[in-house]
C-alpha cells in the first residue's frame, strides 16, 4: 500500500482545489496513521480473502414497490398544467448561475 505522508495529502487537497494549515495536516496525517493501522489488523484475520466484500452489512429486501402497471404518458399540456411559468413548452426556471 502507497505510504501516506504529508506531501500525499497536500497533493490530495490540492487536486480537491483546498488547503489546510499545518496543525490540520499533522491531525489528519495521525488518522490517517490510525486507519491504516486498522486495515493492517483487519488484513491478518485467517481467511477473510474467502469472503465476498460487502458494500452493505445487511440484507435488504424491497417488498413494498407497487407493480408497474403501464399507463398513458400525459400529454404536453397536461404535464404543464400546474407549472408557473411555462416558455416554449417547457417549465421556466429563475436563472441560478450568473
Known amino acids: 500500500m502507497k505510504q501516506i505522508d504529508k506531501d500525499v495529502l497536500k497533493d490530495a487537497a490540492r487536486r480537491l482545489l483546498f488547503d ?3 496543525e490540520e ?6 488518522e490517517f496513521d490510525v486507519l491504516t493501522k486498522q486495515m493492517e489488523t483487519i488484513g491478518k484475520i485467517p481467511g477473510l480473502e ?13 417488498s413494498y414497490l407497487r407493480e408497474d402497471v403501464p399507463e398513458e404518458p400525459l400529454t404536453p399540456e397536461e404535464a404543464l398544467r400546474n407549472a408557473g411559468s411555462v ?10 448561475v450568473g
Open 20 to 22: 489546510m494549515s499545518e
Open 25 to 30: 495536516y499533522d491531525t489528519l496525517l495521525q
Open 50 to 62: 474467502s469472503y465476498e466484500p460487502m458494500t452493505f452489512p445487511f440484507d435488504c429486501h424491497t
Open 87 to 96: 416558455s416554449e413548452g417547457q417549465i421556466k426556471l429563475p436563472k441560478v
